[in-house]
């Protein structure tokens, strides 16, 4: 069975700290996805990030990092010096490779908010 | 660039009620997907179509139907809207295969009275 777990609901930080969205998976298959979505205020799921399971190295774009272990099943994402616009729910998903049809598997989100 | 649209942000509609909620996407996405969003429960897939006509149940699709007459256009349609089926509905689309990226529309926010 697909599962996708982020356990922290909700966090609130202060401007310009540093905060770690937690994301951890489980799955028997071998070639997968995961992925990170931002849904601000406005409610449009808003892409940010693909990763397949054969790349396990981290990536930076900007103030963004993601970082893969399959060691520990987990695709975590950092932000960096936060902003108030960063504030938004954050999910995590994991797709499998081989469907017909994608199908994602999405964690139930974190809120992060960004008190300024 | 990657444009999803929804043919409404909000709505309101009765019980019982048919609603049909559209979603268009200018990519040329052979898939097309509905789901529904709620406090606590996250996203949930109503419906997916990987090509014009083709349809596949997701994990809810009990009290919904879809239509996919066009390449660009997906349907969701509500026969009997009932006052569960209040949630935020969510339309994306992809290329293809598991691998491809789900690109999503600005949802609508459904409110069945």
């Known amino acids: 069975a697909q599962k996708v777990t982020q356990a922290q609901t909700e966090i609130s930080v202060v401007e310009k700290e540093d905060v770690t969205l937690d994301c951890v998976y489980e799955?028997?298959?071998?070639?997968?996805?995961l992925f990170w979505y931002k849904q601000p205020p406005s409610g449009e799921l808003v892409f940010l990030i693909r990763?397949?399971?054969?790349?396990?190295q981290n990536e930076i774009s900007g103030r963004y990092s993601w970082n893969f272990q399959k060691s520990t099943s987990s695709f975590n994402f950092t932000i960096t010096a936060s902003q108030v616009v960063d504030s938004a729910v954050y999910f995590c998903?994991?797709?499998?490779?081989?469907?017909?049809?994608?199908?994602?598997?999405f964690g139930t989100g974190t809120r992060l908010t960004v008190i300024p | 660039d990657v444009k999803v649209t929804q043919s409404s942000r909000y709505l309101v509609k009765r019980t019982g009620e048919k609603v049909f909620l559209e979603c268009v996407q200018d990519?040329?996405?052979?898939?097309m997907f509905w789901y529904r969003q709620d406090p606590g429960l996250g996203l949930r897939l109503i419906y997916f179509?990987?090509?014009?006509?083709?349809?596949e149940k997701g994990d809810i699709p009990e009290g919904y139907s879809v239509s996919r007459e066009k390449k660009e256009r997906f349907s969701l349609i509500l026969e009997s809207a009932s006052t569960n089926q209040t949630s935020m509905y969510l339309c994306?689309?992809?290329?293809?295969?598991?691998?491809?990226?789900?690109?999503f529309g600005p949802g609508t926010r459904l409110l069945v009275l």
């Open positions: 994306a689309s992809s290329l293809g295969g598991g691998r491809e990226t789900q690109y």
């Open positions: 799955t028997r298959d071998t070639t997968y996805y």
């Open positions: 990763r397949n399971s054969f790349d396990e």
């Open positions: 998903a994991l797709s499998y490779y081989f469907t017909g049809a994608n199908n994602l598997f």
């Open positions: 990519m040329d996405h052979e898939n």
């Open positions: 179509s990987y090509d014009v006509k083709m349809k």
